[in-house]
């Protein structure tokens, strides 16, 4: 017996924290080809006074490993901006560039290699973009619990 008459537990829990690393791909869109990925597709709407169409705002979901939704992605045609909303115990990975884009006007036929891209590639989530019709967006992501 410990002091006071209380018991005493020599068993201590262990707290650990780990880490799960995986790559994300942001949109709605299944990409072609044999390995899985996802584009964003811009949202349009006829004008009423013009009738032509033009960009609106699109807010899509963020896939890691294919299917498990970690997060959002939105649109701004306005602005510019592309804006990454990654949900709790979801960051990017601490490397030199984990978020790369890239914007198309045709979607390519099979999955692009990230380490190509130019329209941005860095560690902001919010970044201005020029504008395209398709945006390929390619994250190093990580889940700490």
């Known amino acids: 017996m410990a002091l006071n008459d209380y018991p005493y537990n020599d068993s201590t829990a262990i707290l650990t924290v780990t880490r799960q690393e995986e790559t994300a791909w942001a949109g709605c869109l299944d990409g072609e080809g044999d390995d899985w990925w996802y584009y964003l597709?811009?949202?349009?709407?006829?004008?009423?006074?013009?009738?032509?169409?033009?960009?609106?705002?699109?807010?899509?979901t963020i896939w890691a490993a294919?299917?498990?939704?970690?997060?959002?992605?939105?649109?701004?045609?306005?602005?510019?901006?592309?804006?990454?909303?990654?949900?709790?115990g979801w960051e990017l990975q601490d490397t030199g560039e984990p978020l790369k884009i890239?914007?198309?006007?045709?979607?390519?036929?099979?999955?692009?290699?990230?380490?190509?891209?130019?329209t941005y590639r860095g560690k902001?989530?919010?970044?201005?973009?020029?504008?395209?019709?398709?945006?390929?967006?390619?994250l190093e992501v990580?889940?700490?619990?």
Not at 70 to 84: F, K, N
Not at 103 to 114: A, N, T
Not at 128 to 135: A, D, G, I, R, S
């Open 142 to 145: 990580q889940f700490s619990r």
């Open 41 to 60: 597709e811009v949202d349009h709407k006829e004008d009423r006074d013009t009738g032509l169409l033009r960009a609106v705002a699109s807010r899509e």
């Open 66 to 88: 294919e299917y498990t939704d970690i997060g959002t992605v939105s649109y701004d045609p306005g602005t510019g901006t592309i804006q990454i909303a990654l949900r709790d």
């Open 102 to 118: 890239q914007g198309y006007r045709d979607i390519p036929l099979k999955r692009p290699s990230p380490g190509s891209f130019n």
């Open 124 to 138: 902001e989530t919010s970044v201005n973009v020029e504008p395209f019709l398709y945006y390929a967006i390619h």
